[in-house]
C-alpha cells in the first residue's frame, strides 16, 4: 500500500472515530456535527434557509457566485434554457428513435420503436450544458436518467455517457437507466441543495443547483447565532479544511475523490478524467500542498476561469520562473525548461473524453510525452 494511500485512510479512520466519541455536551456536540459535515451528507435536525437569507449579509458572494458553473447543475425542466432554444431534438438508434419536443414550458421524452412509444415529461435538467446535459423523468414511479444527452459541441443528441449503445430489447429497456433510490439522492445531493431530508428525496424542496448551502451546510443554526450574537456561528467553513481533507472528502463528495475512484472497477476507466480530485491526488509532488487545493485555482464563489494564462501564477507559487533563479522556502519547486507561460496546456492537456463529444482539463499533472498512453 502506497504512503499517501496508507496516509488517506487513516485519516478517514481518525474521522470516523471523531464522529462516534462526540462529547455529551449538547452544544460542543453540534459544534462537532458542523466540523465534519460534508456535501451529500445530511445534517440532521437542521433546516436549510436559502440563498436569500445567506444574502442578508453576505449579497456580494450570493450575487457573484451565480456565475459558477455548479450554480447551474441542475435545472427545473421549465427553465432548462437548452430545452428552450432547441425545441425538437432527435436521435436514432437502429429501429429505435428518441426525441425530446418542448411543450409551452415542458419538454417530453419519447422513446419509439417504430410500432409503439413511451412518452413521459422531463423534470429536471442535469448539467449546465457547457459539455452536456442529462435528463431526468419518472416511469412507473421510478426515476430513470436518459439513455440520451444533449452534447453542446454537435448540438444534438447521442448516447449518455456510461450507457449502452446497443439495440435495446424492448421500450422500457430503451429509456434509460432506473435509478435506485441510493443513486437518485446521491445525484439530487450533488446537482442541488436541499434535495435529501430525514433520508428521503424530497425534490419538491430542492434549490436548482449549488446553492450557498450546498457547501457551507443548511443555515438555520447560523442565522440563529447571527441574530443571538452567539460566537459559535454553527457553519461549515470549508477553508478551515486542509489540502487533502479538502479536495478529497469536500470537493471530491462530488467529484469523486481517491477513495471513492478506488472503489470503481478500473477506478472508472477513461471516465475518471472528470474526476479532477482523484487524478491531481496520483499527481507526483502536488497532493497535500494548499496552493495546489481545489480552491487554490478554482473560487466556488466566482466564475470558471478558462484561460491558461491565468493558471501560470498558481504554478509560479510553487515552481521557479527560470533556472537561475534563488529557491526560497515557499518557492523550491524546478522551473520548466521550456516555458514559464501556459504551463496547463502541456502538463495539463485537454483530452476528449470518448463518447463525450467534449475534452476535459487532465488534471493528472505531469510531464506529458507524446504518444504515451493516458494513465489511469
Not at 269 to 277: A, D, S
Not at 322 to 327: A, I, L, P
Request: aromatic residues 8%; positive net charge; contains cysteine.
Amino acid at each position: 500500500m502506497s504512503t499517501r494511500l496508507k496516509t488517506l485512510l487513516l485519516g478517514f479512520v481518525a474521522l470516523a472515530f471523531g464522529f462516534w466519541s462526540l462529547p455529551s455536551d449538547r452544544a460542543q456536540a453540534q459544534r462537532d456535527a458542523f466540523s465534519k459535515w460534508r456535501p451529500t451528507h445530511e445534517l440532521a435536525d437542521v433546516n436549510y434557509v436559502g440563498s436569500a437569507a445567506c444574502a442578508q449579509c453576505h449579497a456580494p458572494l450570493t450575487a457573484k457566485r451565480l456565475a459558477n458553473p455548479m450554480s447551474r447543475a441542475l435545472a427545473p425542466v421549465d427553465s432548462c434554457e437548452i430545452l428552450k432554444t432547441h425545441p425538437k431534438l432527435n436521435f436514432r438508434n437502429g429501429p429505435y428513435n428518441y426525441q425530446i419536443s418542448r411543450e409551452g414550458n415542458r419538454s417530453i421524452y419519447t422513446t419509439s420503436n417504430g410500432q409503439s412509444s413511451i412518452s413521459e415529461p422531463i423534470l429536471y435538467c442535469f448539467g449546465q450544458g457547457k459539455a452536456g446535459q442529462t435528463y431526468v423523468f419518472q416511469h412507473r414511479g421510478v426515476f430513470y436518467e436518459s439513455r440520451v444527452s444533449y452534447y453542446q459541441e454537435t448540438e444534438a443528441l447521442d448516447f449518455t455517457i456510461l450507457h449502452s449503445h446497443s439495440v435495446p430489447e424492448s421500450l422500457e429497456e430503451g429509456l434509460g437507466r432506473p435509478m435506485t433510490m441510493e443513486g437518485a439522492q446521491g445525484c439530487f445531493a450533488c446537482h442541488s441543495t436541499a434535495a435529501v431530508k430525514a433520508g428521503q428525496l424530497q425534490v419538491d424542496h430542492l434549490m436548482p443547483g449549488v446553492a450557498c448551502e450546498g457547501c457551507h451546510g443548511p443555515g438555520e443554526k447560523h442565522v440563529a447565532a447571527i441574530k443571538a450574537g452567539n460566537k459559535n456561528l454553527q457553519i461549515f467553513n470549508p477553508a478551515k479544511l486542509d489540502a487533502d481533507e479538502l479536495s478529497q472528502e469536500f470537493c471530491g463528495a462530488c467529484h469523486v475523490g481517491f477513495e471513492k475512484a478506488l472503489l470503481m472497477p478500473k477506478q472508472g476507466g477513461m471516465n475518471n478524467l472528470r474526476y479532477q480530485p482523484y487524478r491531481i491526488f496520483n499527481s507526483r509532488g502536488h497532493s497535500g500542498d494548499a496552493r495546489i487545493s481545489c480552491v487554490a485555482c478554482h473560487d466556488p464563489h466566482d466564475k470558471l476561469a478558462e484561460g491558461a494564462a491565468f493558471y501560470d501564477s498558481k504554478c509560479l507559487a510553487c515552481h521557479l520562473a527560470t533556472r537561475n533563479e534563488v529557491k526560497t522556502e515557499l518557492r523550491s519547486a524546478p522551473a520548466c525548461p521550456v516555458s514559464k507561460q501556459q504551463c496547463t496546456t502541456c502538463h495539463m492537456p485537454k483530452i476528449e473524453l470518448p463518447g463525450g463529444h467534449a475534452k476535459f482539463t487532465d488534471h493528472w499533472i505531469r510531464i506529458v510525452k507524446p504518444g504515451e498512453p493516458i494513465p489511469n
